[in-house]
């Protein structure tokens, strides 16, 4: 049987996500809040995409269902094209640790250990052996531009320092997607930079990102710009820096 054509090969992987129809409840008290409702949209393998709307708009219950913190009410979420309803919580807990990796506002970092050690905390629990997360997590404080700090405590860096061993410990475990929630969020307009410079940088080895944000000129960093208000989409667009980018879109403008 002759080989399939190599320009026909991508059309066969599904997208990295993919949300039908998903929407979220919550009940408080008597009264029942609509976080999600009917959202659906394409994300594609390495894209950069950026989320914005304000408090209460759902963005942050998008990104809870998408890194698997959450499920949906009702609809449908696949990751990489497995439904994550059929997942159960070890099933999910593993598929966090080695497909997903996590950056957010606060760094998260453990205060009394190491950069090298900050950085090996998702292998430990992935159980690799010391030997190669060792070298594994020093890789990843190289790529962040790190590696004459590997053996620095929290204390004893910068905030964008701090927010580059957190990258660095997102992009340990090789991810297919980093999730990053408001990353600039503690940093000056310099570190803020270099940082979005860094995270753009991760589209080259082929990683998916979706990043939440409130400012306009840290969401121009990525290729497209989806819009929420009361738990819709209001709109999808190539960011203005980005102007003419080929991203998948919601399909019939709206979710």
Avoid: W
């Avoid at 819009?227 to 998948?248: I, M, W």
């Amino acid at each position: 049987m002759p080989a399939a054509h190599p320009d026909l090969a991508p059309a066969l992987a599904p997208p990295l996500i993919e949300l039908r129809n998903v929407a979220k409840r919550y009940q408080l008290g008597e009264v029942a809040v609509n976080a999600l409702r009917d959202v659906s949209l394409i994300i594609a393998r390495g894209e950069f995409v950026a989320i914005m709307g304000a408090s209460g708009s759902g963005k942050s219950t998008l990104m809870n269902i998408i890194g698997c913190l959450d499920r949906p009410t009702d609809g449908s979420y696949r990751l990489d094209g497995v439904e994550m309803a059929r997942q159960g919580r070890e099933a999910l807990a593993n598929l966090r640790n080695r497909t997903l990796g996590f950056v957010f506002q606060s760094f998260n970092l453990l205060p009394r250990t190491t950069a090298l050690e900050n950085v090996e905390l998702p292998l430990i629990y992935g159980g690799v052996r010391a030997r190669e997360r060792r070298r594994r997590a020093r890789q990843a404080l190289d790529r962040v531009g790190l590696g004459d700090r590997v053996h620095h405590h929290p204390n004893q860096l910068s905030g964008g320092q701090q927010q580059r061993v957190a990258i660095a410990r997102a992009l340990v475990g090789r991810p297919k997607l980093v999730l990053a929630d408001e990353p600039t969020g503690n940093l000056d307009s310099a570190a803020s930079a270099e940082m979005m410079s860094l995270l753009r940088g991760l589209r080259d080895d082929g990683i998916t990102l979706v990043l939440v944000t409130h400012e306009p000129d840290i969401a121009a960093y990525a290729e497209r710009v989806i819009v929420f208000k009361d738990g819709l989409v209001c709109s999808d667009s190539a960011a203005p820096a980005q102007a003419g980018g080929d991203g998948a879109r919601v399909e019939g403008g709206r979710a």
